[in-house]
């Protein structure tokens, strides 16, 4: 078989939707046990059954990565643990002055602390394994900043940073990390966005967000999956320790 990811288990965080859907099907075409942990019982379960009925290995868990207790206790049903998407996230709208003590504690606490929930529960294993690959979700928001986003942008800032103390400490362990950093990606949190906030204008808006992109266009989600599963893949054996824009050229150009 030439199945890039055959004989490995995966825990993808927010697996059920967007870019973390995308990535447990792939993961799961190419071989992987993909264990799904999410907040949204429905979608990881129709997620699930979708993987199974293709002849793919899943399993879905009810899980709220920012509880350590709901994380611990998920996590003491799995063994193995060779990949580690660290990709549940929220967003939050708002500039410094737009955002209160709730919402930034809201915002931290889901994209960095339940980030962090994982690492504790996961990484152990991995250094006994002497083996792991880890990928956190990071955005473009972390290397530019964004109008408009200072909770979210700075808690990606933090998932950044994590990758690379991640990396570090564990360089000589056999456990890899990075993170990806994608531009717009046209998930259904963006139709959402714009059906509630511009409801009649959907085709009109959905332009205008596409053309704040350089490329023109938003991200499809499985091309943030493929370059998911390179890194988390043996052929990324030397890649640990840093970030990979998935972002239509909105970093450089
Ligand atoms: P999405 O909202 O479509 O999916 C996120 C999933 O995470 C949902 O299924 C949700 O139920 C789950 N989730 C939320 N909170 C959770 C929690 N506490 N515990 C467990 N699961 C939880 O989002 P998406 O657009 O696919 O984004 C995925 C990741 O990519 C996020 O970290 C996001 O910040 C990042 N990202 C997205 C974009 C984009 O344009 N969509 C761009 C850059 C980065």
């Not at 990565?65 to 996230?89: K, P, Y």
């Not at 606490?109 to 929930?117: E, I, Q, S």
């Not at 964004?146 to 933090?158: E, L, M």
């Not at 943030?224 to 239509?248: H, K, R």
């Amino acid at each position: 078989s030439n199945k890039r990811l055959l004989g490995k288990t995966a825990v993808i965080t927010g697996g059920g939707s967007g870019i973390g859907r995308a990535i447990s099907l792939l993961f799961a075409k190419e071989g992987a046990f993909v264990h799904i942990l999410e907040l949204n019982t429905e979608r990881a379960d129709m997620l699930t059954d979708e993987i199974q009925a293709s002849g793919g290995q899943a399993q879905a868990h009810v899980c709220d990565v920012s509880n350590q207790q709901s994380v611990l206790e998920v996590m003491a049903r799995i063994n193995t643990v060779d990949i580690l998407v660290n990709n549940a996230g929220i967003a939050h709208v708002g500039d410094v002055e737009h955002t209160n003590e709730t919402d930034f504690d809201r915002i931290y606490t889901v994209n960095v602390k339940g980030a962090y929930n994982m690492l504790y529960a996961v990484v152990p294993r991995m250094k006994k394994q002497g083996a792991g690959a880890i990928l956190n979700m990071a955005s473009i928001a972390a290397l530019v900043g964004i109008t408009d986003r200072f909770a979210y942008s700075t808690s990606k800032g933090a998932i950044y940073a994590m990758t690379l103390s991640i990396a570090r400490d564990y360089l000589h362990h056999g456990i890899r990390c990075n993170s990806i950093s994608p531009a717009r990606v046209h998930t259904p949190f963006v139709d959402g966005f714009i059906a509630k906030n511009y409801p009649g204008q959907e085709a009109e808006m959905f332009e205008k967000l596409s053309k704040t992109q350089p490329i023109g266009r938003m991200a499809q989600p499985d091309e943030i999956a493929s370059m998911a599963l390179f890194l988390c893949s043996d052929e990324a054996g030397f890649i640990t320790g840093n970030d990979y824009p998935v972002d239509g050229g909105f970093v450089k150009l």
